[in-house]
């Protein structure tokens, strides 16, 4: 295959093409008002952050970052960069994420708590050399077993691949509008660097739901001064869940290009979003550490063709193994995924198998999550060695909504149904020994069940005060519906009632709040309690979902729980807290 | 009526194993503990010969005839225990 010429408009991070460019040339589109913002505010933006930062430490630092807006993101990632720093890009901005990496960290910048933020008047950029060897930055994937993996990225590694992105679709000053997080690789390239790279704007915030897309769209379509045209760059959830009328006739034909990753989009989904959008989608395959490593429009099939410049081949179990310029490491490396490789490209055939070692045996993860998917009512499974447990398997189970256990007899029924369907493959030591039982897939922002998610499935395991966790749906930032089950080791069982345990309704109280500081970021001082009501006592082995609502009062943060089980209300109440005192310092 | 040493030896079982919904009545004293009944392995059994030996200064070879025998149900552990510590 012949490679397309680079457009001459693009230029590597390491030429800071931004350096360059006219003062009053289009940076970004104000979305949202239908505006063009100039580079010369840019400019200004990047030397408040470079003045905030020389205020801290010189340069050759190491800087935390994570900014919600892609505008302020780009503004300082090129203030450190040109100050000769490097960025750590946390994969969220979760209290346990932020607190592993802080330690390498000089300090926070952007919206993190403590965060350093630019001073708000515009100040002169000062440009030092940017080598190509540096390290640009690091990210950090979000596996489900084990820590989060740190990949470094240096200069050369990014330009290699913003170059070979160029010469495939060239932007020719199109508008780039973001629904991904920049924090991770493919939104960072694709969101960020390449509009920076070929002078191309990009959209000044995310673009969180496909009313948002129409309107900004539509807008597109009436400003005098606006780009000719938009690019979206998305990911299968926000595609998948596209509504047909999700662009309104005014702005249709303004999207040129769709792009996907993170996972491949189903056949049926890539024809939905092609329909709606009125525009092929191609998809990246790849991940943080390879970087993009095949594309397609699945317009012309299933199969991937490699990117410029990436060798591709399978070894005799059909193991993809990768030579790329994207990578860190030169020659053939081994990758997880199986290919089945093809005259023009390749199809990807899924993950090879995952092997643990439980008590010195050998063991398919895989295998035996497809023995345990095999049984009607279980409509996904995961099987995994348990952090701080490695002989011992759990296993996260979604089930249809008639078959999730109540109570525990239907619980206990439910195990030993799946072991006694194990037992005729496995010995006794490779079943897992804890299970957990979902209405929905437990996922990050990925839409992958991350170590986050598992540490929480499992976290019963090590407290026996706490509630087994299975699960949180979010509906705003102030409403969210956690399922758990009462586990039988939870120590505020013993001796409450002889015959008959049940959880204290103060314990109740506790978890409601301990859930909401978790997920609605509820903080504040214990003040008062009202409306408290425990119809129904709630028993070990016991399902419930505990729903949470965090309003405002005058006097400080309440927050609202119910406790539901199968047969009714647990428990209800009102929690009122004080505005915690909080010193600011530095 | 379960002796108070075999309820302990129920909750011991329980805790040192992280059963996750077996509490002390759901062990039928007379029936094995491994791979029948409770469904326990190897890997129990080695786990549970060393809380024996940390709770009542037992030791037992977790691989041998003997261990086999003892381990057979939770009535014939606690005639174990109940023998050794007044030895």
């Given amino acids: ?586 | 009526m379960a002796s108070p040493l075999e309820h302990e030896l129920k909750q011991l079982i329980i805790e040192t194993l992280e059963l996750e919904d077996t509490t002390p009545e759901d062990i039928d004293p007379d029936e094995p503990l491994f791979v029948e009944g409770l469904g326990l392995d190897s890997i129990d059994a080695l786990e549970l010969g060393l809380a024996l030996q940390k709770t009542y200064g037992i030791q037992l070879e977790a691989e041998s005839e003997e261990a086999r025998r003892h381990f057979a149900s939770l009535r014939s552990l606690a005639a174990l225990v109940e023998a050794r510590r007044n030895a």
């Fill in chain 1, 1 to 586: 295959m012949s490679n397309p010429a680079r457009p001459p408009s693009d230029a590597p991070l390491t030429s800071q093409p931004w350096r360059h460019v006219a003062p009053s040339r289009m940076a970004a589109w104000d979305a949202a008002a239908g505006r063009p913002v100039a580079w010369a505010e840019l400019h200004g933006r990047i030397g408040a952050w470079q003045r905030r930062l020389d205020s801290l430490a010189g340069p050759g630092q190491q800087w935390l970052l994570h900014c919600r807006s892609p505008l302020e993101f780009a503004v300082a990632l090129i203030a450190l960069w040109a100050r000769g720093d490097s960025a750590v890009l946390p994969a969220d901005d979760r209290p346990e994420t932020l607190q592993a990496l802080a330690f390498r960290c000089r300090a926070a910048l952007g919206d993190l708590p403590d965060g350093v933020v630019a001073d708000p008047a515009p100040s002169p950029p000062r440009w030092e050399p940017m080598d190509p060897a540096r390290r640009a930055l690091s990210l950090y994937t979000s596996g489900s077993t084990g820590e989060p993996r740190r990949i470094d990225k240096t200069f050369a590694q990014l330009d290699a691949e913003l170059a070979a992105h160029a010469r495939l679709w060239p932007l020719e000053g199109r508008l780039v509008i973001s629904q991904v997080s920049h924090q991770h690789i493919y939104g960072l390239l694709f969101g960020i660097l390449r509009p920076l790279c070929e002078g191309a704007p990009l959209a000044g915030a995310a673009c969180r739901t496909p009313e948002t897309l129409g309107a900004w769209l539509g807008r597109l379509a009436d400003a005098p001064q606006a780009p000719p045209g938009a690019v979206l760059i998305s990911a299968p959830p926000p595609l998948e869940r596209l509504p047909e009328t999700a662009i309104p006739p005014a702005a249709a034909g303004r999207l040129t290009r769709v792009h996907s990753s993170g996972a491949p989009l189903s056949a049926a989904a890539s024809a939905h979003a092609r329909r709606v959008l009125g525009t092929p989608v191609e998809e990246v395959y790849g991940s943080s550490e390879t970087g993009g490593i095949a594309w397609r429009d699945q317009r012309r099939g299933e199969t991937w063709t490699p990117l410029p410049g990436v060798e591709v081949r399978a070894d005799d179990e059909g193991g993809l193994w990768l030579r790329s310029p994207f990578l860190g490491a030169p020659g053939w490396q081994p990758q997880a995924d199986r290919i089945a490789p093809g005259p023009t490209g390749f199809r990807l055939l899924g993950r090879a198998d995952r092997i643990a070692k439980v008590g010195g045996k050998r063991l398919s993860l895989t295998g035996l999550e497809h023995r345990l998917a095999r049984h009607p009512d279980v409509l996904r499974a995961h099987a995994l060695p348990l952090p701080g447990r490695p002989h011992r398997l759990g296993a996260v189970l979604q089930l249809a909504p008639s078959a999730l256990p109540w109570c525990r007899d239907t619980r206990r029924a439910r195990v030993a149904a799946l072991r006694d369907d194990l037992a005729a493959a496995y010995p006794a030591s490779l079943m897992p020994r804890h299970w957990r039982f979902v209405a929905s897939w437990p996922s990050n922002a990925q839409g992958k069940l991350g170590a986050a998610e598992v540490a929480r499935l499992f976290r019963d395991l090590d407290d026996p005060r706490r509630p087994r966790w299975l699960g949180v749906e979010t509906e705003g930032p102030a409403r969210c519906r956690v399922t758990l089950e009462v586990p039988e080791r939870l120590s505020y069982l013993v001796g409450h009632f002889p015959d008959q345990p049940v959880v204290p309704g103060v314990v109740l109280v506790q978890w409601a709040v301990a859930l909401a500081e978790e997920h609605l970021a509820l903080v504040g001082d214990f003040r008062d309690l009202a409306r408290l009501r425990f119809p129904q006592p709630l028993l070990p082995g016991e399902r419930a979902t505990l729903e949470l609502a965090v309003d405002t009062t005058a006097a400080g943060p309440r927050l609202a729980f119910t406790l539901t089980g199968q047969h009714g209300c647990h428990a209800r109440g009102r929690v009122q807290l004080a505005q915690r005192e909080v010193g600011h310092g530095g």
